[in-house]
Antibody, heavy 114, light 107 residues
């Protein structure tokens, strides 16, 4: 059974940083590209970032480029998202997604507030 | 443009056919996916490559494409199909883009 379990969310002050993790199991992690998608409270889905199966190619949405960094450790079957310079607009549930988007985690909530 | 446009809401009676349209220039060149999201739950893929249905998704969910428009059709909508639906595609440089979402009401 495919499982994606996010962690690392929480309350952070504006300008702060967090490292989100997604532990994957039930499939050969190194064979699949992965993505992060977020959803602000009461709002729609927003694509954030994606990474190739090997980790050598990364993509970022305009709203996070230069502040967020996606990475992966295939030996640990874990996906990461380093989020820096956070603002209130980054408050959202962050979902880990196995491409081609056939499996999603349950999400981890990031709240940016003073 | 890299925007995908959906109606904010669609309403049908149980057993009727619901159609949700998504439009955007990128759809002329790239495949679309559709996701269903119920309150408090993660999204679920219900359609990909414009018209393919993942295993486990009821046959009443179908997709189609024409030019810069894709359509998710729910034939004989059920009360349990009430949810938010999002279209998705990717740009030429592999950046993802979601539509704004459509709230489907079945009552």
């Amino acid at each position: 059974e495919v499982q994606l379990v996010e962690s690392g969310g929480g309350l952070v002050q504006p300008g702060g940083s967090l490292r989100l993790s997604c532990a994957a199991s039930g499939f050969t992690f190194s064979n699949f590209a992965m993505s992060w998608v977020r959803q602000a409270p009461g709002k729609g889905l927003e694509w954030v970032s994606a990474i190739s199966d090997s980790g050598t190619i990364t993509y970022y949405g305009d709203s996070v480029k230069g502040r967020f960094t996606i990475s992966r450790d295939n030996s640990k079957s874990t996906l990461y998202l380093q989020v820096n310079s956070l603002s209130a607009e980054d408050t959202a549930v962050y979902y880990c997604v196995k491409e081609p988007a056939d499996y999603w985690g349950q999400g981890t909530l990031v709240t940016v507030s003073s | 443009s890299y925007e995908l446009t959906q109606p904010s809401s669609v309403s049908v009676s149980p057993g009727q056919t619901a159609r949700i349209i998504c439009s955007g220039d990128v759809l002329a060149k790239k495949y679309a996916r559709w996701f269903q999201q119920k309150p408090g739950q993660a999204p679920v893929l219900v359609n990909y490559k414009d018209s393919e249905r993942p295993s486990g998704i009821p046959e009443r969910f179908s997709g189609s494409s024409s030019g810069t428009t894709v359509t998710l059709t729910i034939s004989g909508a059920q009360v349990e199909d009430e949810a938010d639906y999002y279209c998705y595609s990717a740009t030429d440089n592999n950046l993802g883009v979601f539509g704004g979402g459509t709230k489907l009401t079945v009552l």
